[in-house]
């Protein structure tokens, strides 16, 4: 046998690039959100209204063709102050990440809390959205700097306990 | 009573009561997956008057590969709806091993019916490049080698052993594209003689531009029901009566490329010989595998070979073998064909190999 050391590993690099296709809901979205809007589309059968949708109803399975538009304000249903450092962080810890119900929509997201300590963040919490300047808005999500506390009193579980 | 024909694989008679398939284009740019699905179910379902309540289980088959992001197919059950929580599995491969999936369980006797989905877009990204990674990680894969000069090494092996010519791979392909031409979910479809292909340059020697697939977006689903349930649905089921599936070893170079002996197998358990043969729907993506697959399968000169076109006509990743099980019923359905043979294929140079005969009675 030879007297070199065996091989115990190999690098193989590898890289792929790809086209997305955001199709005809999605697309929707992303250009309200060049607008500075969230566009919600409502199912015809359950009548959830949902943002970002991928164009069907995942309980009913049907298309969403109905375009809603959705207000700038939503509730805080449960959230993460993030305190962990790690790769490729942008944003100064700590921080607040919560998912976020906007006023009329059936299906919260994630986004960004600012303009508040991160200590006093709660469940129920009312908030808006601040856009990007007018010259930075894209079709994307970053379009949406963060969110922060409209001054509203908190809502009542009641109204988002369903989303939790 | 109703009737039932005899079965060599399971104890259960599984028929396919409906079958549905996306329009096969170059490049879906307007919908994604979802939005592509959900035309697709609504009609398997549709066209037989159920809805995804009657069905016990889905299983469907993608891969993450092609679309470029995790979890597509997690995802993609949105183009179902599950509420409320269904039974639900997923196979890294073709809608045809998903049908396989729903088939064991099936047997089991639990459920009635099932709802079989696949998808698959040969479009965002270089396909080449994509199914270059479903090989052998080390010595293979890191090479990049692309599909159609693995399928030209057997193609060149073909002609070595004196089994067939570049002619007889045009003949494949005139013929399929020809069949084409009545299918209106065909592709690539055109009337031109074995003479006429043979004048086209080579992509990668021995094969013409002819005997390759085309890059295919496209989707399809299938519903299966057991014993009464699948004749309270469809006035002449295609039952299944055999089914099995094969693999030879992912290492190129040890296999002898110009025989099948996992489709023979995969053949012989599933009980293709046992009687007559009158449709055979085989996915050969590359024209020279149709006549491979043929002798593995020992058709003969009587049976009608891709009616449809087969993969020649359209050959969307994912989803081209289940097709071939979906027009292979449809054969049964129209009276047609009394007996039908599906094949559907993975990997590279016909790796893996999966057998499905069909029965009217």
Known sequence: MSEREPVTMMAAPIHLDYVFTAGVAQSKNLHGLEEGKFIGQRCPKCKKVYTLSRGSCPTDGVPTDEIVELPNTGTVTTYCVVNVPFAGQSIEIPYICAQILLDGANLSFMGLIQEMPTDEVRMGMRVEAVWVEPDELGPTMASVKYFRPNGEPDADYETYKEYL | ?361
């Open chain 2, 1 to 361: 009573m109703s009737r039932f024909p005899e079965l060599t694989s399971g104890s259960r008679p599984v028929g396919v009561v409906s079958f549905a398939q996306y329009d096969n284009v170059r490049r879906e740019g307007a919908h994604n997956e979802v939005e592509m699905l959900m035309p697709v179910v609504a009609e398997v379902f549709g066209s037989i008057g159920i809805t995804k309540d009657d069905v016990g289980f889905i299983c469907s088959g993608s891969t993450d590969y092609l679309v470029g992001g995790p979890f597509s197919f997690v995802t993609a059950l949105d183009a179902v709806g599950v509420w409320p929580p269904r039974a639900e599995s997923h196979v890294e491969m073709d809608g045809a091993w998903a049908l396989y999936e729903a088939w064991v369980l099936l047997q089991e006797g639990e459920i009635d019916a099932a709802l079989v989905y696949c998808f698959g877009r040969s479009s965002p990204g270089d396909l080449s490049e994509i199914l270059a990674l479903q090989l052998d990680p080390y010595y293979l894969a890191p090479l990049w080698p692309d599909p159609t000069s693995l399928a030209a090494l057997q193609a060149q092996a073909l002609i070595d052993s004196g089994k067939a010519t570049e002619a007889d791979f045009a003949a494949v392909a005139s013929r399929s594209r020809r069949a084409a031409l009545s299918n209106p979910k065909a592709q690539v479809a055109y009337d031109r003689t074995t003479e006429e292909l043979l004048a086209e340059d080579y992509e990668v020697t021995p094969l013409r531009r002819h005997a390759l697939p085309p890059l295919t977006d496209g989707a399809a689903a299938v519903v299966l029901a057991a014993g009464e349930k699948a004749y309270e649905w469809c006035e002449r089921p295609a039952f299944i009566t055999g089914i099995d599936h094969r693999i030879e070893t992912h290492s190129i170079g040890a296999r002898d490329l110009t025989v099948s002996p996992s489709t023979t197998l995969a053949g012989e358990k599933a009980g293709v010989g046992h009687k007559g043969v009158d449709v055979a729907e085989l996915h050969a993506p590359y024209a020279h595998q149709e006549l491979i697959l043929a002798e593995a399968l020992a058709l003969d000169e009587g049976v009608s070979r891709n009616p449809s076109g087969g993969a020649l006509a359209a050959n969307p990743m994912m989803s081209a073998g289940l097709i071939r099980i979906g027009e292979s019923a449809k054969a049964i359905w129209s009276g047609q064909a009394g007996r039908a043979v599906a094949h559907a294929t993975s990997g590279p140079c016909l790796q893996q190999n999966l057998v499905c005969v069909l029965e009217g009675v």
